[in-house]
């Protein structure tokens, strides 16, 4: 150790006269450094404390519900808050989800069935690509305490790309519209135009939604849009809108940098919009997939073309406000499972 140190000093004190004299004294120098360090990379000893600026400890005698209640929104329109039931006017709000087997599935569910159950009058209409209901997911809905409607269908060949996965992510084909379809079937085939009133909702089962966004496209009258955030390859994607709560300019990338964005008329994410249960009922015909023309739709073309059946630009309404954002096109990361070769689990009876 003393030789390792004293090749150390050599390196600073090259001077073979000045090194005679200083030796001891780097020895002892080195010696106290490394101590430091060691002792600091455990962590032990006494540190200095900055003064924090965060919440109090828990072990504080403060009282920490308190402390984060301080401006809290108002969430009273939530089941827990809530002592009341909603009232009978409040409008239904659909929620069609299509989902499909992969590892994060479950986690991806549960995560969107905790975040709906929060919120009153919700129906979650779940589509499988499948082409039958899996034990997973109807599980999982048995367990989940939002009002659910659970129906599957596989992916037809037509939708199915033949690149392989980078490729395909990039310039792959549609995904969820004959799942999100059969949503909108189910809708047509149980409720009735004339005493049916609510908002259909589209949204991926990889998503996250804060639930205050429900109160807004509750309002929806016949298609209302606004902001989701990471869509469109920007931070968030969506209506500028005036005072009058109409669009007046896009938040999206512009055709300079995105193939598809010029021919989009209402460049808007699944997740960014709303439309009410009516116009989805008083036009049977109209299906995801299809523009006005009748032609296939192309990758991200799929939200513009099935809402220039229903609406046009200027009518839209503007839900939300413009500098927040209430939804996320997220996606969740593949786990890493490289060890799962040597030690597999028991997935049988460990359901993850
Ligand atoms: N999806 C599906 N079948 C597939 C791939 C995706 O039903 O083969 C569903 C998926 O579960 C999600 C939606 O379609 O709810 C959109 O898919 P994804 O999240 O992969 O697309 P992205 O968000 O990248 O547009
Ligand atoms: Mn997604």
């Known amino acids: 150790m003393r030789r390792a140190l004293m090749s150390l000093c050599r390196l600073f004190l090259p001077d073979a006269g000045l090194r005679r004299y ?13 101590t430091a360090l060691v002792f600091y990379q455990h962590g032990g000893g006494e540190r200095t404390t900055r003064n924090w600026v965060g919440p ?3 072990s504080s005698s403060r009282n ?25 006017s409040l409008p239904a709000v659909f929620v069609i989800t299509p989902t499909h087997t992969c590892t994060t599935q479950k986690v991806d569910l549960t995560s969107l069935c905790q975040t709906l159950s929060l919120v009153p009058k919700l129906t979650w209409i779940v589509v499988e690509d499948s082409r039958t209901k899996t034990k ?7 367990k989940c305490m939002v009002e659910s409607v659970h129906l599957s269908v596989a992916t037809s060949t037509k939708y199915k790309s033949s690149l392989p996965w980078p490729l395909y992510r990039m310039f792959g084909t549609v995904r969820g519209v004959e799942q999100r379809n059969a ?28 639930v205050r966004l429900f109160s807004e496209i509750r309002k929806t009258k016949e298609v209302s849009v606004f902001n989701v955030g990471f869509a469109g390859g920007v931070y968030y994607e969506g209506p500028v809108c005036g005072e009058d709560g109409r669009v007046r300019e896009w938040h999206s990338p512009s055709a300079e940098w995105s193939i598809w964005a010029s021919s989009r008329k209402i460049p808007i994410d699944m997740a960014g919009f709303a439309v009410n249960l009516h116009l989805i009922l008083a036009r049977p015909e109209v299906l995801i ?13 799929l939200e513009t073309d099935l809402l220039e059946h229903f609406t046009t630009r200027e009518r839209l309404e503007c839900r939300g406000s413009n500098s927040e954002v209430l939804v996320w096109h997220t996606k969740t990361a593949d786990p890493n499972l490289k060890h799962e070769f040597h030690y597999p689990s028991d997935r049988a009876s460990v359901a993850v």
């Open 56 to 58: 109090q400890p828990y």
């Open 22 to 34: 200083a030796n001891a004294l780097c020895v002892v120098v080195a010696t106290n450094l490394l």
């Open 183 to 210: 949503g909108l079937r189910w809708l047509r085939e149980n409720y009735h135009p004339k005493n049916s009133s609510g908002v259909v909702y589209f949204i991926d089962d990889d998503n996250k939604i804060d």
């Open 289 to 301: 997939g299809r523009d006005v023309r009748g032609a296939d739709s192309r990758v991200g073309q």
């Open 64 to 88: 920490c519900t308190q402390l984060y209640n301080l401006n809290r929104p108002d969430y009273s329109f939530l089941y827990r808050a809530s002592s009341s039931p909603p009232s009978p």
């Open 136 to 142: 997973l997911v109807s599980h999982l809905l048995s």
